[in-house]
């Protein structure tokens, strides 16, 4: 599974954005994906997945309510909606698949896509 994700740039604090996340298989709907992210000098994050058919997603805590991850099968796309940004959300933001959506969650997905930049300034 080939990810490419899109979507990041420079906002400021309170601001919106909308990455997305573009799969080159055509099984993609059998596929869980989310997002993790790594900012300068911390460890990498997962924020969110949604299993095959997007009917359940998970999140993490620090972004309950902010994020919300969202996908289109039809499209091989899924999305994560950044509401409310901080400077603390400035981060490289990647998403992953696997066909088990614990991996995405311990961040040990069997595929990732080369990383989105968003950058929030104060």
């Known amino acids: 599974v080939q990810l490419q994700a899109s979507g990041g740039g420079l906002v400021q604090t309170g601001d919106s954005l909308r990455l997305s996340c573009a799969a080159s298989?055509?099984?993609?709907?059998?596929?869980?994906v989310g997002w993790i992210r790594q900012a300068p000098g911390k460890e990498r994050e997962f924020l969110a997945a949604t299993i095959r058919s997007g009917e359940s997603t998970y999140y993490a805590d620090s972004v309950k309510g902010r994020f919300t991850v969202s996908r289109d099968n039809a499209k091989n796309t899924v999305y994560l909606q950044l509401n409310s940004l901080k400077p603390e959300d400035t981060a490289v933001y990647y998403c992953?698949?696997?066909?088990?959506?614990?991996?995405?969650?311990?961040?040990?997905?069997?595929?990732w896509g080369q990383g989105t930049q968003v950058t929030v300034s104060s």
């Open positions: 992953a698949a696997d066909q088990k959506p614990h991996n995405i969650v311990v961040m040990t997905p069997g595929y």
């Open positions: 298989e055509r099984t993609f709907s059998s596929y869980a």
